[in-house]
T-cell receptor, first 110, second 115 residues
Framework: SQQGEEDPQALSIQEGENATMNCSYK?????LQWYRQNSGRGLVHLIL?????REKHSGRLRVTLDTSKKSSSLLITASRAADTASYFC??????????FGKGTTLSVSS | EAQVTQNPRYLITVTGKKLTVTCSQN?????MSWYRQDPGLGLRQIYY???????DKGDVPEGYKVSRKEKRNFPLILESPSPNQTSLYFC??????????????FGAGSRLTVL
């Protein structure tokens, strides 16, 4: 039961550029979360945005949520080579498990 | 250090040989879950547990068993592994569902190959 779908599937940028990835989902949510996964390793939580919030910042990360369009975006500003990873959105619906999308693979070259 | 610990990290086994992947967390989390990750399919939930002695199926439970006898441990059991269970497995835990802070902490992963 895939809920979140990230777009694009893959993204390649140069260091210093901004990276934007999007997530669309299908049903009402309590919150939406973004996670990062370095190659073959466990996922690490980045940021959580609740359904009544529209925008949230954490360092170089900016997340927006549009519940009317059932979509979210993750912006990473001034990307670094260390940002190279896969990024997953995960949606939290009441009474169900956190459901992950298939991820966006970001490659940042120097 | 707050963490989720999985063992083994890497395992090669043969079809039909029962195996257990252990998962332990030290954060007193009520919620624990197992996921498998396969190329092109993303993360899929196998089983989850809301608390001790409470477990439920996720999206892909076939061929797996779990138990939750203690709060900190949530082992994943493959009674008769088959090659289609070759995958990267993750255990994760979080505070109670509905607590408003159900952020998952993941283990480092267990890469399983079934020959």
């Amino acid at each position: 039961s895939q809920q979140g779908e990230e777009d694009p599937q893959a993204l390649s940028i140069q260091e210093g550029e901004n990276a934007t990835m999007n997530c669309s989902y299908k049903t009402s949510i309590n919150n939406l979360q973004w996670y990062r996964q370095n190659s073959g390793r466990g996922l690490v939580h980045l940021i959580l945005i609740r359904s009544n919030e529209r925008e949230k910042h954490s360092g170089r990360l900016r997340v927006t949520l549009d519940t009317s369009k059932k979509s979210s975006s993750l912006l990473i500003t001034a990307s670094r080579a260390a940002d190279t990873a896969s990024y997953f959105c995960a949606t939290d619906q009441a009474g169900t498990a956190l459901i992950f999308g298939k991820g966006t693979t970001l490659s940042v070259s120097s | 250090e707050a963490q989720v610990t999985q063992n083994p990290r890497y395992l090669i086994t043969v079809t039909g040989k029962k195996l257990t992947v252990t998962c332990s967390q030290n954060m007193n989390h009520e919620y624990m879950s197992w996921y498998r990750q396969d190329p092109g399919l993303g993360l899929r939930q196998i089983y989850y547990s809301m608390n001790v002695e409470v477990t439920d199926k996720g999206d892909v439970p076939e061929g797996y068993k779990v138990s939750r006898k203690e709060k900190r441990n949530f082992p994943l059991i493959l009674e008769s592994p088959s090659p289609n269970q070759t995958s990267l497995y993750f255990c994760a835990s979080s505070p109670p569902r509905g607590s408003g802070a159900n952020v998952l902490t993941f283990g480092a992963g267990s890469r399983l190959t079934v020959l």
